[in-house]
């Protein structure tokens, strides 16, 4: 249990102490610092510590706020200061330099903390209070604008991300967030709904299996219950405050298990009404693989980058001020909501194979968009990468070279890793797919050739203006190298194959993704190297398709699938379970 510290007996009438078991604390009392620092050290080093005035007057979700919230390791409002195990000795050494008991103690403390260095997080209380009045009257006034607001409706309201799309924001948040109130007074966690919405996405995925009118509509209705619960277990994380590592990696990973589960299943109903539609479903997968590279590798290179001067993006803010361009803008992109709103409604009324032509139309259509958007702004935009964007863009290329080659050179044009980039996509889709190469020796020779030249393209800095360039086509070059050798050999089953081997690599991608965002780097070298990189990912598959056809080739794909999710999941479970990693949310409603 934690325990929290008041400064002194509350004044008569006062909640704090309710308030502050409500919340989970055991509540002790010290009349001065040299009480407090005695209390503190009294507590296991293990649990989380509070100082709070015993004048405070406030709502108790500005207490949960900054009391309990598990990501930062110090927080504070007036008159309530926490830390936890991770600032526990910064905060005694800062009670032991208090000379003497002090008004506003916990006050004091935090801004001792801050000025020694110590992030002390604040969060955003709007319209919440949080007060030490210094007299009986300012005390009325405070207790007075406390009763005045509802604090329960603004805990409802901050369940809600602060930016989501069209459909997420008016046709589900007005009821999940009771959904998750409902689930917080009932002490479910944020990952137990969200292993129900997998749970549903996958059974929703089985319906579209059958291959039967009733089992695609039963498909649509459990997609749309699945994102239900995927916006409900954010909304009770936040309205809770139970975040967590391992819920922020469940919530991120399996969006992208149960959106591709449900391709599978749809390819697989479309089979057995003699459809087949196993390209189109890898290709969706593909593309929509692709869009989220290009968003992470952009806004990884534009992390920390300084004086943006772009006419795009400042045209961008100005269209932000017209209400109604922001929610087209975001409808366009076709983010998860209105992607998967648009899968459950065709896959009810329409067939597996209108489904994913008008996702591809759609997704096609969001890339270009973005994408253009995004050169459009980095071409124009006067700024200064640092070396951890490049460190970052390196990382997301994957590739074998950076762990056995040399340093990466700073020489060259602000264009040359694109540019190599692209070369090397050329060498390596033109000819097999396009002249009928696929599965011949002169096709590896080119795979070959890629590796090599890809190497070029990751030697440079990547600082250029368009280097978050580079990660997308190497995805978009091995991915759709997969796809056409498996589309164009003919082989028995290779194209359901294909799509379990860009799903097991593309797992891979994303979860290199969020530990970057998440501050911890990307997996280690030795996983890189062992699943050969995507060079040597390109270049065993080309050779599979050289070296055997038929039931062969779709039985090397496979166990190349089997091999990479053995190394893959098992060493992304051991480091997100064990690591101790931030827990890193998407409050900012990115499309996803």
């Not at 319209?127 to 007299?135: E, M, Q, R």
């Not at 090397?424 to 009928?436: E, Q, S, V, Y």
């Not at 082989?491 to 690599?505: D, E, I, Q, R, W």
Request: include cysteine.
């Amino acid at each position: 249990m934690s325990t929290a510290i008041l400064t002194g007996t509350p004044p008569a009438g006062s909640s704090l102490e309710d308030d502050l078991r409500s919340l989970g604390f055991d509540v002790r009392t010290a009349p001065d610092a040299a009480g407090a620092a005695t209390v503190l050290a009294a507590v296991p080093a293990t649990e989380r510590v509070a100082l709070v005035d015993h004048r405070f007057v406030g709502h108790v979700h500005a207490l949960r706020l900054a009391l309990t919230d598990p990501r930062f390791p110090a927080a504070a409002v007036t008159g309530a200061l926490t830390a936890q195990p991770a600032a526990r000795a910064a905060l005694a050494r800062a009670l032991a330099e208090e000379p003497a008991p002090t008004a506003g103690l916990p006050d004091a403390l935090a801004a001792r903390l801050t000025a020694g260095g110590l992030a002390v997080h604040r969060p955003e209380l709007g319209v919440l209070v949080a007060a030490v009045p210094a007299d009986e009257d300012i005390r009325a006034k405070a207790r007075a604008q406390t009763a005045a607001v509802d604090d329960e409706a603004v805990r409802l309201r901050g369940a809600v991300k602060s930016r989501d799309g069209f459909f997420t924001t008016f046709c589900i948040s007005p009821y999940s967030r009771y959904l998750a109130r409902w689930c917080a007074r009932r002490g479910l966690t944020p990952n137990q709904v969200t292993t129900a919405s997998l749970l549903t996405a996958l059974i929703a995925a089985g319906c579209a299996a059958t291959g039967t009118r009733p089992g695609y509509i039963a498909a649509g209705v459990l997609l749309i219950a699945s994102f239900v619960l995927d916006c409900t277990d954010g909304q009770l994380a936040r309205y809770s405050l139970q975040y967590s590592t391992l819920g922020a990696w469940l919530d991120a990973t399996f969006d992208r298990a149960k959106e591709y589960a449900y391709y599978a299943g749809l390819a697989l109903g479309a089979a057995r009404g003699g459809d087949d539609v196993w390209a189109l479903a890898l290709g969706a997968m593909i593309l929509q693989t692709c869009r989220h590279v290009v968003d992470f590798s952009f806004n990884e290179a534009n992390h920390d980058a300084t004086a943006n001067t772009s006419p795009t993006a400042a045209l961008s803010d100005r269209l932000d001020s017209v209400g109604w361009t922001v929610w087209v803008r975001r409808m366009i992109v076709l983010p998860i909501g209105e992607r998967w709103a648009l899968i459950a409604v065709l896959t009810a009324l329409t067939t597996p194979r209108v489904v994913f032509v008008v996702l591809l139309i759609g997704c096609a259509f969001a890339a270009c968009y973005t994408t253009a958007g995004r050169v459009l702004r980095s071409l124009t935009r006067k700024a200064k990468r640092t070396d951890r964007a490049a460190r970052a863009l390196a990382d997301l290329t994957d590739s074998l070279w950076l762990t056995v080659g040399p340093a990466r050179s700073r020489t060259g044009t602000a264009y040359s890793a694109p540019l190599w980039a692209a070369v090397a996509a050329a060498l390596l889709l033109i000819g097999p797919l396009l002249f009928g190469q696929a599965g011949t020796w002169p096709a590896l020779a080119q795979a070959v050739a890629y590796a090599g030249v890809a190497a070029v393209a990751v030697h440079h800095s990547l600082k250029g203006p368009l280097d978050w360039l580079v990660p997308p086509v190497f995805r978009a070059a091995e991915y759709g190298m997969i796809l056409g050798l498996a589309a164009l050999s003919g082989a028995p089953g290779a194209l359901p194959a294909a799509f379990g081997l860009v799903a097991a690599v593309a797992y891979h991608h994303y979860d290199t993704v969020y530990r970057i965002r998440g501050g911890t780097g990307a997996p280690p070298h030795w996983l890189v190297r062992a699943i050969g990189g995507h060079e040597g990912r390109v270049v065993a598959v080309t050779a599979a398709a050289a070296l055997w056809h038929g039931r062969g080739f779709t039985i090397a794909l496979t166990a190349l699938a089997a091999a990479i999710t053995l190394l893959v999941l098992s060493e992304s479970i051991r480091f997100w379970v064990s690591a101790g990693a931030p827990a890193v949310h998407d409050e900012t409603g990115e499309p996803a």
